[in-house]
């Protein structure tokens, strides 16, 4: 069965600008959770998503924000990017609500990187 | 704040030795769970601990969880160089239900 798949896998953004990053989980999981990967901080968790509601939010500015469809895609959208937003975004579905007790499956994440 | 401190950073052992990686917090956790990150990919989950002092195997794989649920080992055992890669663990808050992750160990098999 597909994999978690995630849109694109590379961006080149300016700062200022805004993104938008999709991400399709495993047909039939309707948990999906947004991180950010750097070296310097390792994976941050940014939200999670369970039938089209946020249910967990991490610790980033309300430029971040994300949503879920009804059919469990999601989207994550980063506005006035700056330059440390340069990352992974890795997506991750669940079968479950409260998707990581369950354990995730990831994407294999987009690149951002913002100059 | 709840921190997952994992050690070493990085770790470049031969084929064929053998390795222990830790994962400590001063912090309970109800859950914890190891991934595997290769270069270019996403996070792949190797196993999920729940109860405190419980022992988990995948093939030369051992992971233990504290008896207090505050830290995790996990042991390879002849390591080979597919065993290359970044080892994660993360873990569920007992006080809230934030999601952790440690940053990693980077670990090099040379064959």
């Known amino acids: 069965k597909a994999g978690v798949t995630q849109t694109p896998r590379y961006l080149i953004k300016t700062r200022g600008q805004q993104v938008t990053l999709s991400c399709s989980p495993i047909?039939?999981?309707?948990?999906v959770s947004w991180y950010q990967q750097t070296p310097g901080q390792g994976l941050q968790f940014l939200f999670e998503?369970?039938?089209?509601?946020?249910?967990n939010k991490g610790n980033f500015p309300g430029r971040f924000s994300g949503r879920q469809f009804s059919n469990s895609r999601s989207e994550m959208n980063v506005s006035t990017l700056e330059l440390g937003d340069s990352a992974l975004y890795l997506c991750?579905?669940?079968?479950?609500?409260?998707?990581?007790?369950?354990?995730?499956?990831f994407g294999s994440g987009t690149r951002l990187t913002v100059v | 704040t709840q921190l997952l401190e994992q050690s070493p950073q990085f770790l470049s052992i031969q084929e064929g030795e053998n390795l222990t990686v830790y994962c400590n917090s001063s912090?309970?956790?109800?859950?914890l769970q190891w991934y595997r990150q290769e270069p270019g990919e996403g996070p792949v989950l190797l196993v999920t601990?729940?109860?405190?002092?419980e022992v988990k195997k995948l093939k030369r794989l051992t992971f233990q969880f504290g008896d207090a649920r505050k830290d995790s080992s996990l042991h390879i055992t002849a390591a080979q160089p597919g065993d290359t890669g970044l080892y994660l663990c993360?873990?569920?808050?007992?006080?809230?239900?934030?999601?952790?992750f440690g940053k990693g160990t980077r670990l090099h098999i040379l064959p």
């Open positions: 991750a579905s669940s079968a479950h609500g409260t998707g990581f007790n369950y354990g995730y499956t």
């Open positions: 047909s039939g999981h309707r948990s």
């Open positions: 998503y369970f039938s089209e509601t946020q249910r």
């Open positions: 912090s309970v956790f109800s859950s």
């Open positions: 601990v729940v109860t405190g002092g």
């Open positions: 993360a873990g569920v808050g007992n006080r809230d239900d934030k999601i952790i």
